[in-house]
């Protein structure tokens, strides 16, 4: 009897045992179970505030975009007279620069713009002076003669410009050597542009109406051109634009000291010209205290009778205007040549013809008279 008692005894004790650890076992799944549970549940919070923050992102990017486009609809042809401010340094580097900065700019097409940039340019070159030529309109015009002429692939340099970070540094970083297109051609660099411009612009401008940008849109060219070490470097700057008021032209009213506006000799391109001029003086009072209109210059014309013709209708439509505006018609002439149209998109008349040399070297004397004199 006392051997089963002891028995019984283990037995009850292992059964006890065993219950206990049944306990354990079971409070332990109950917690895994729990803790699994609690795990799901903060997860399935986590994706829900997830999808809150995204849809929130969302609709915010929609308000931003909706606000963009209800400022371009509301403008009236008039979506960039809006100010947000420019960069700390701009008014300082402005006052501080000493060498001209030319933009070569209309807001008509077919007036010369680019042959006039690239030959002046080509001008300021050839005479020993350290010249930079930024080609700002996204079609290459006088890119694709640079690309020609050296052999280079198409490229769009000038897009990193518009970057709110660019300075002097990176314009320096993107140009392209030009001194190989002629003899004597020592400081002559080219900063390319191509089709990708095209969405720079667009999206320079989307960012700034959404309130995206750190600064007024209108500045990120100044930036890098007004850069001390860029001004210090060149002795002349030079702006072939865009027959339009996108981007890359209300950049270049900011980034220069003088505006030189090309016009064939008709009504239409004359009156285009004085509201341009109307405009340059309306960015002076608004953006840039230093701008000035250097000149409009007469371009392709055909004969004596229509230039006189030219010249007074500009001279009535800048006297009509309100308030006039000062009459800047140059005594240079742009003629119509075969030397320019038999290097079109190939060369630079300048660097090829003594009679292309005359018209540039007397149309950069008359402008530079007016720029001491202002």
């Known amino acids: 009897m006392g051997d089963w008692a002891r028995v019984w005894a283990l037995l009850s004790q292992?059964?006890?045992?065993?219950?206990?650890?049944?306990?354990?076992?079971?409070?332990?799944?109950?917690?895994?179970?729990?803790?699994?549970?609690a795990g799901r549940f903060w997860e399935r919070l986590a994706q829900r505030r997830e999808r809150t923050e995204v849809k929130e992102l969302a609709e915010a990017e929609v308000k931003q975009l909706n606000d963009a486009l209800t400022a371009f609809r509301r403008s009236d042809g008039k979506i960039w007279?809006?100010?947000?401010?420019?960069?700390?340094?701009?008014?300082?580097?402005?006052?501080?620069?000493?060498?001209?900065?030319?933009?070569?700019?209309?807001l008509k097409g077919g007036v010369s713009k680019t042959t006039t940039a690239l030959n002046l340019a080509a001008m300021y070159?050839?005479?020993?002076?350290?010249?930079?030529?930024?080609?700002?309109?996204?079609?290459g015009s006088a890119?694709?003669?640079?690309?020609?002429?050296?052999?280079?692939?198409?490229?769009?340099?000038?897009?990193?410009?518009?970057?709110?970070?660019?300075?002097?540094?990176?314009?320096?970083?993107?140009?392209?050597?030009?001194?190989?297109?002629?003899?004597?051609?020592?400081?002559?660099?080219?900063?390319?542009?191509?089709?990708?411009?095209?969405?720079?612009?667009?999206?320079?401008?989307i960012d700034w109406l959404a309130?995206?940008?750190?600064?007024?849109a209108h500045y990120l060219l100044a930036r890098s051109v007004l850069d001390p070490i860029v001004t210090s470097k060149y002795q002349v700057i030079?702006?072939?634009?865009?027959?339009?008021?996108?981007?890359?032209?209300?950049?270049?009213?900011?980034?220069?000291?003088?505006?030189?506006?090309?016009?064939?000799?008709?009504e239409l391109s004359i009156e285009a010209a004085v509201t341009f001029q109307k405009t340059c003086r309306d960015y002076r009072h608004e953006f840039n205290p230093r701008l000035e209109v250097g000149g409009v210059v007469g371009a392709?014309?055909?004969?004596?009778?229509?230039?006189?013709?030219?010249?007074?209708?500009?001279?009535?439509?800048?006297?009509?205007?309100d308030p006039p505006l000062p009459d800047l018609w140059m005594e240079a002439r742009i003629p119509r040549r075969a030397d320019f149209s038999n290097v079109a998109g190939k060369d630079i008349a300048y660097l090829r013809s003594q009679n292309i040399r005359r018209i540039f070297i007397r149309l950069a004397d008359e402008l530079e008279k007016r720029r001491m004199s202002e």
């Open 14 to 37: 292992l059964r006890g045992l065993w219950d206990e650890i049944a306990w354990l076992v079971t409070g332990a799944a109950i917690v895994l179970g729990l803790a699994f549970q």
């Open 238 to 266: 030079i702006l072939d634009t865009p027959p339009r008021l996108t981007t890359a032209l209300v950049n270049a009213l900011c980034a220069s000291t003088t505006v030189l506006i090309p016009t064939t000799m008709d």
């Open 125 to 139: 070159a050839k005479s020993g002076k350290a010249t930079l030529l930024i080609d700002l309109d996204w079609q």
């Open 81 to 106: 007279r809006g100010q947000q401010g420019a960069f700390p340094e701009y008014r300082d580097w402005l006052q501080r620069v000493s060498i001209p900065i030319i933009a070569v700019a209309n």
């Open 300 to 321: 392709l014309s055909v004969g004596i009778q229509a230039e006189e013709l030219a010249v007074e209708a500009y001279r009535k439509q800048v006297q009509k205007a």
């Open 143 to 205: 890119s694709e003669v640079f690309g020609r002429k050296l052999e280079l692939e198409a490229t769009s340099d000038v897009d990193f410009l518009f970057a709110p970070s660019a300075t002097g540094v990176e314009l320096l970083a993107r140009r392209t050597s030009a001194a190989r297109l002629a003899r004597g051609l020592r400081d002559f660099d080219v900063v390319r542009a191509y089709k990708s411009l095209l969405e720079v612009e667009n999206r320079v401008m």
């Open 211 to 216: 309130g995206r940008l750190p600064f007024d």
